[in-house]
């Protein structure tokens, strides 16, 4: 009775670890979106570009269920087909925008207009709100690949 106890034990042990290694990158992923929408929110972006923060932030809801004390991760390759898209907008949303305010500052240059440090800096704030993007969801692709190894391991 001891030994299936003690079993027991290292079971339910076992899968308090996998809830939190889980939850580890459940709470970087949640850092990492926070800090994009933020990132989007400072740069004061379009409509069309804040909308699709927001529908890719919604893309994660559902991401996991438990169901009959068993712990499913969704469709990984799914949801990363799904922000790979999503991803794809926002980029170019935001490569046009670079685009817009590199023209703009062009015809500046052209008539002297002594606004090219402001655009200037929106550029650059626009490059950078891309680049934070995309390695952010690098990160969020490299945990779900790790998260599906974990539960695989588990085999909870």
């Known amino acids: 009775k001891q030994l299936k106890t003690k079993q027991e034990l290292d079971h339910l042990k076992s899968k308090d670890q996998l809830f939190k290694t889980l939850q580890t990158y459940v709470k970087?992923?949640?850092?990492i979106f926070n800090q994009i929408g933020q990132d989007f929110i400072a740069r004061q972006v379009s409509p069309s570009?804040?909308?699709d923060i927001i529908a890719l932030i919604n893309l994660n809801k559902g991401r996991y269920t438990y169901t009959d004390g068993k712990l499913i991760l969704s469709n990984t390759e799914n949801f990363k087909?799904?922000?790979s898209l999503k991803e794809k907008e926002l980029v170019k949303g935001l490569d046009e925008k670079i685009a817009s305010l590199k023209t703009e500052k062009q015809k500046d240059v052209e008539t002297e207009e002594k606004d090219l440090n402001f655009i200037?800096?929106?550029i650059k704030g626009?490059?950078?709100?891309?680049i934070s993007?995309?390695?952010?969801?690098?990160?969020?692709?490299?945990?779900?690949?790790?998260e599906e190894k974990v539960l695989?391991?588990?085999?909870?």
């Open 49 to 51: 570009l804040f909308n």
């Open 152 to 156: 695989n391991d588990y085999a909870i």
């Open 120 to 122: 200037e800096s929106e």
């Open 28 to 31: 970087e992923d949640k850092a």
């Open 81 to 83: 087909k799904m922000i």
């Open 126 to 130: 626009y490059e950078k709100l891309k």
């Open 133 to 146: 993007l995309i390695s952010g969801l690098k990160k969020v692709f490299d945990n779900m690949q790790a």
